[in-house]
Every structure is written in structure tokens, then in C-alpha cells.
């Protein structure tokens, strides 16, 4: 790739990243899929009410009030760093006491250093922390290794370097708070709050720290080698982003190489050595014997994951929530909507970045999404009955339907694929086609696309035709005026075109709410063939195919061309006549430097197998 190439992805990581402030055992270490067609547990039964809290009788009245603070932390190797905090205390009377609760903040932020200024409207899970604190809870917040005024460098939540931070938080937290934290079986009752990366600490936390109690952990990854290259296929856009955050957010403190996996990743591939250094960096090390002294957490957990999050999407939450589950931990998942919202490609609830949904309906229950952490907390750490309970599970579609289950849905009913031939990378002659038949306002929009851009049908097809081996240059095709113009869901059709073969017609009412599993069959006589796969939805009485949550799973690297593994879980609602698709695509601008340079036809062929539940199953 060139330097004018190499440049314009710059170029679209700018545009994209304008007002954004933060952010397995399958084949894909996505989801273990041992038992595909069968149900995962949903908790084991009624959880163990806690034991009482136990609180110093002789311990002084106390005001509400906050303080910042720096305490030390050793690495593995050796170095220390200072690690800043601000803690804050509740108004407690004579002899009582409360649990601690620790927060931190997303990539690329730092901690909150005034609760009382965290608005209603803020993110639920910084919001659930000031709660927490408004209601009578020890609160400290503080800034990972890297960000905000803690030294060191970035190493994305590496057990032996963030790890050995949050324990250090937590020591200080303790001696500072001594006399009036709550304690139970002679250990102090800790928990735990965070988005995204403020989820990360909490997973590695939780796996080398024994006293966190509960966690909530929102919008967070099980392992990061699935969530940034699935499949070996780099997630260019949110790379690029990421890494421009982190740049920001740690005035360049990133260890060298995260750096590097950046190049790389503007060439479509990362090297094993670099994926190598996160694979231990999320709970995956602790559920699958990377760290076999330390084993997998005893810990309760509230997973909040959001369905159309593309960096870490529903099956991390899922993955999770497998391995806690099984360890015996009482463990609840809450599928919403909003989570990472790539900007331009995405439109979700207004969401813009990353966010999660203010309010969520469950069953016939609806709830402020903060207020849900809280009493997660509140059962866990006081021993107060959650009122209404917080669900095992719970898969969000709309403002006020959402779906209760014992179970998290894996695979179901089969659908068989008719073998289909398609060509890898960018399709010009399918973008000229969608471009030709789109209107605004009841006008054909092309001649006004290229009347703001100076440009005739005949060189617009030739500058589309640089994007067969050069898509780095999309920015520079989709200009400012054309960005106007088109919303995401058009400007998804423009730039990644694809094949979109027929499953089947909904003739009741349904919900199609879990993870998708794929028996698939990639052939072809070049090597490596790259192809995304989701699945779409074409309403009753429309004409368009939209694909559902905008999630796709990237299907390369294997050489026999077998991909036995499960899609990106969706959560959608069907009514009769609805039809549903897989959507195959041979290029995708979530991952826009990922694909064939060298277009490749290939045959596709299979079954995919839906996690559907009948109108007679919904509450």
C-alpha cells in the first residue's frame, strides 16, 4: 500500500473518530459451540443469599466528601509506577459502615474526579457509580496505567502489569476507608463498575484480585485476539481508531507494540507475535488455563453487552458469562442496543461512539439501565433483594419489548444454503448500480451527488474503480458532500454491496434473539479467500435488506475452507411476512484494509442454524 493509500485511512480514522470520547473456544474464540443446538445454563437456580455485613459498632460518624490520591504499584518486572485515584466517602451515622465499590474509566479516558458533575444523561454505568456513592456506598475511581495522571505504559489489561494496579487501588482503598468498610467472612465487600476498557480492569481484576465480590462489566471483551482480528482478520477501522485514542488519551505512553499491530493492520494481517501479546489480556487467560495457578474467579457477575457493539459484540458477553457460570458464580446478562457505534456506518439509538441504553425493557418490566447495575450491586454486596430481580438473561429489541430467558439461545433451526459463486473484494459495478437507484425525496440522488462533485457518470465509474485495489482511498471517493447526503444505512449499500441469500419467510410473530451457528463451506482456487458473512432482514411491504445489528463475521484462514463456528449474536424482532437472509459480502467497511486486493470468485455453500423463539415463548 502507498503512502496516499496509507494516508487516507488516516484520512477516514479522523473523520470517524470526530467527537468520539472513549471508548473462546470456537474457530473465531468466540463462543464454545461444543454443543451448538443446546441451550446455555442460565445460572444453576436461585442465588445463595448473602451472609450479614459486619460493621466496627465503635467506628465515627462520617462525612460525605472526596479526596485524590496516588499510591504505588510494582510491576512483575520490578517497576513502579504511581497510580492516581480519587475516593470518595458517603455520610454515614455512628457504627455504620458500607462496601467499597471501584470504577474505571473506557481507552483513551482517565477517572472521574467529580462525581457530583456526572450528569443523568451520562453513560449508565458512570451514572450507576455516582448512584452508588448518593446511596451510601465507598466509592474510588481511578486512572489506569497510562491514563490521566497515572505513569507507566499501556499494556490493554495485562494480568501481571493493570492487574497488579487495580489490587494496588484496592490495598489503598481499604487502609484508607479501615474502620467503616463493610465486611463479610473477615474480608472487606468490594465491587465493581466500568465500560468497556473500565470492564477490562474488572475482568483481570476479579482473576488475580480474590476479594471483588461482584462486577458489572459494560461493553468488554473475553479475548482480545477474537474481539480485534477475528478469524486473523484485523478490524482495521476500530484499530485505527482505538490506537488514535490511546495516543490521545496516554500522550503517546502505548508500549511499542500496539504501535506496530497498527501498521500491520493497514496491510490487512496482524503477525501471531502481536496477537500473541493480548491473548492473555481478558478473562479468556483465566477460563482457558493461560494462568492455571489463579484459575477462573469466584466472582458474581451482571454482563451489560450491547447487540450492535462491533468491537465487542454480544458473544463476548456470552463467552463470559459461559465461563463463570460453570465455575459457579451467579452470573446475569443484559443484551441492549448500543455499546461501540462506529460513527458514519451506524445508526443505533442515537448513539455516537460508545454508549450504552439509558432505559431497557425485560419481560414486562422496564428499567433505567443504571438503576439495573445498582440493585445488582446492592443484592450482591448488602444483601438487599433486587425489587424487580435482575434477570438471568435478557435480550433487548425495541423501546418496550424485550425478551426474558432461562437460557442464552445458541444456534436452533437449521437453514440450508444453496451453493452460490460471488467474487471477493469491492464491486464496482454493484456500486454503480445501488448508487443509480437511490433517491432522496423523491429524486434520483446520483445526479446530485455528482452535480456537488463536479463529476459525470463515466469518471465516477472510474474512480470506483481505483476501490478494486485500493479501498483505502473510500474516503476520498465519499466526500464531505456525499456524506451529507447519504445516511448509514445507504452508505452501507454503497460501500460494501452484497449477495443476499433467501433463509426464510417469519409466518408468526417471532423473536430472533441469540447466537446464530454456521456450518459453512468456502471453495476456491486462489488461496486465502476473504468473505463476511451476517444476516439480514427485509420488512413486509419493503424492498430493502437490511443487515441485522450491521453485524459480520469475517470467514478466512482456513485451508480446507470449512468454518464450523458461530455468527455474531442478533437480537431482532419478526413479525408475518418478514423475511430473513444471510447476507455474503466480499468486502465490508468495518474492516476496510481486510480484504483480496486480487479479486478471488469463490463457491459458498452450507447451513446456518437461527436461535428463534415462537411469540408463545416471549413474555
Not at 161 to 184: N, P
Amino acid at each position: 500500500m502507498g503512502k496516499k493509500a496509507f494516508m487516507a485511512g488516516w484520512a477516514l480514522v479522523l473523520l470517524f473518530a470526530m467527537g468520539l470520547a472513549g471508548c473462546g473456544d470456537g474457530d473465531d474464540g468466540s463462543v464454545d459451540v461444543t454443543s451448538s443446538r443446546e441451550p446455555v445454563d442460565g445460572g444453576g437456580g436461585d442465588p445463595a443469599t448473602p451472609a450479614a455485613l459486619f460493621c466496627d459498632e465503635n467506628a465515627p460518624a462520617l462525612e460525605a466528601g472526596r479526596v485524590d490520591a496516588v499510591t504505588q504499584s510494582t510491576d512483575i518486572d520490578g517497576t513502579t509506577i504511581d497510580v492516581a485515584m480519587t475516593l470518595y466517602t458517603p455520610a454515614l451515622d455512628k457504627g455504620e459502615c458500607a462496601p467499597l465499590i471501584v470504577h474505571s474509566h473506557g481507552f483513551g479516558g482517565s477517572r472521574i474526579t467529580a462525581l457530583d458533575d456526572v450528569a443523568d444523561d451520562a453513560n449508565a454505568s458512570d451514572l450507576a457509580t455516582r448512584q452508588a456513592w448518593e446511596s451510601g456506598y465507598f466509592v474510588v475511581s481511578f486512572d489506569q496505567r497510562g491514563f490521566g495522571e497515572t505513569g507507566g505504559r499501556v499494556m490493554v489489561e495485562n494480568p501481571d502489569f493493570e492487574g497488579r494496579d487495580t489490587t494496588a487501588v484496592i490495598d489503598y482503598a481499604i487502609e484508607r476507608f479501615e474502620g467503616r468498610l463493610a465486611y463479610r467472612r473477615g474480608e472487606p465487600v468490594l465491587g465493581a463498575l466500568g465500560l468497556s476498557y473500565g470492564g477490562g480492569y474488572q475482568l483481570v481484576g476479579a482473576g488475580v484480585d480474590p476479594r471483588i465480590d461482584a462486577i458489572v462489566p459494560a461493553a468488554t471483551w473475553h479475548d482480545l485476539t477474537y474481539s480485534l482480528a477475528p478469524n486473523g482478520t484485523p478490524k482495521t477501522v476500530w484499530l485505527d481508531l482505538l490506537v488514535l485514542l490511546g495516543v490521545t488519551g496516554a500522550e503517546g505512553a502505548l508500549d511499542p507494540f500496539l504501535y506496530e499491530g497498527f501498521v500491520q493492520a493497514q496491510f490487512g494481517e496482524i503477525s501471531e507475535d502481536i496477537l500473541a501479546e493480548v491473548e492473555g489480556n481478558g478473562l479468556n487467560a483465566f477460563c482457558d488455563g493461560l494462568r492455571p495457578s489463579e484459575g477462573v474467579p469466584r466472582v458474581d457477575a451482571f454482563f451489560v453487552q450491547g447487540v450492535n457493539d462491533t468491537l465487542f459484540n454480544m458473544n463476548e458477553a456470552v463467552r463470559n458469562a459461559q465461563c463463570l457460570r460453570a465455575a459457579g458464580n451467579d452470573v446475569r446478562v443484559l443484551i441492549q442496543r448500543t455499546g461501540h457505534i462506529l460513527p458514519l456506518f451506524q445508526a443505533v439509538q442515537g448513539a455516537f461512539g460508545f454508549d450504552l441504553d439509558p432505559r431497557v425493557t425485560c419481560g414486562n418490566a422496564t428499567y433505567a439501565t443504571s438503576e439495573r447495575m445498582l440493585s445488582f450491586l446492592d443484592e450482591k454486596l448488602r444483601g438487599v433483594e433486587a425489587r424487580p430481580p435482575v434477570d438471568d438473561n435478557c435480550f433487548v429489541q425495541e423501546d418496550t419489548h424485550g425478551v426474558v430467558t432461562d437460557d442464552v439461545p445458541i444456534g436452533g433451526q437449521r437453514y440450508t444454503i444453496p451453493s452460490t459463486t460471488l467474487s471477493t473484494g469491492p464491486v464496482v459495478e454493484t456500486v454503480v448500480n445501488v448508487l443509480q437507484g437511490l433517491q432522496i425525496n423523491g429524486s434520483p440522488l446520483l445526479p446530485t451527488v455528482l452535480e456537488s462533485l463536479g463529476m459525470t457518470v463515466a469518471n465516477l465509474l472510474d474512480t470506483l474503480e481505483a476501490l478494486l485495489t485500493n479501498p483505502g482511498e473510500l474516503d476520498s471517493v465519499l466526500t464531505d458532500e456525499v456524506l451529507q447526503l447519504l445516511p448509514p444505512e445507504l452508505l452501507n449499500e454503497l460501500t460494501a454491496p452484497s449477495r443476499e441469500l433467501f433463509l426464510f419467510t417469519a409466518e408468526q410473530p417471532m423473536t430472533l434473539a441469540g447466537i446464530p451457528v454456521a456450518d459453512l463451506k468456502i471453495e476456491s482456487a486462489a488461496e486465502n479467500p476473504i468473505v463476511f458473512v451476517g444476516l439480514g432482514l427485509k420488512r413486509q411491504g419493503e424492498t430493502r435488506i437490511d443487515l441485522i445489528n450491521t453485524q459480520v463475521a469475517p470467514l478466512s484462514g482456513h485451508a480446507d475452507g470449512v468454518y464450523q463456528q458461530p455468527l455474531v449474536g442478533i437480537s431482532t424482532r419478526l413479525n408475518p411476512g418478514d423475511e430473513v437472509y444471510l447476507m455474503v459480502y466480499g468486502f465490508h467497511n468495518q474492516y476496510y484494509l481486510s480484504f483480496n486486493r486480487l479479486p478471488r470468485v469463490v463457491t459458498f455453500s452450507g447451513s446456518v442454524d437461527l436461535p428463534l423463539l415462537s411469540e408463545a415463548m416471549r413474555p
